[in-house]
């Protein structure tokens, strides 16, 4: 079993930059290929960014290729989703969740464990 909690979220404006932390209560962290999701509003929980077990494949959603980093720690059983530039369509509930899957994937249902998310606010 995997327990994963997020932190790092809050409001800010438009532009600005936010990082977000995933801490994993495993000692096989690594073992996982890891995740980002968001869900706004009304709206389908969409992926954001992926990242390999041992980091060295990464793979974005178009909407925030060239604004969002993942990068993860193995030693600290941490994941991270460094944020830039901002945007007000970028408000959500961000989670992080974890796969066995062997290649990374965009897929949510090849996820099995997931945090409770962490709000993300960008205003106007």
């Known amino acids: 079993q995997v327990q994963l909690v997020e932190s790092g979220g809050g409001l800010v404006q438009a532009g600005g930059s936010l990082r977000l932390s995933c801490a994993a209560s495993?000692?096989?962290?690594?073992?996982?290929?890891m995740g980002w999701f968001r869900q706004a509003p009304g709206k389908e929980r969409e992926f954001v960014a992926a990242?390999?077990?041992?980091?060295?494949?990464?793979t974005y959603a178009d909407s925030v290729k060239g604004r969002f980093t993942i990068s993860r720690d193995n030693a600290k059983n941490t994941l991270y989703l460094q944020m830039n530039s901002l945007k007000p369509e970028d408000t959500a509930v961000y989670y992080c969740?974890?796969?066995?899957?062997?290649?990374?994937?965009?897929?949510?249902?090849?996820?099995?464990?997931w945090g409770q998310g962490t709000q993300v606010t960008v205003s106007s």
């Open positions: 969740a974890a796969s066995t899957k062997v290649v990374i994937t965009t897929y949510r249902y090849d996820y099995h464990y």
């Open positions: 990242i390999s077990w041992a980091g060295g494949s990464t």
């Open positions: 495993t000692r096989t962290f690594s073992s996982y290929a």
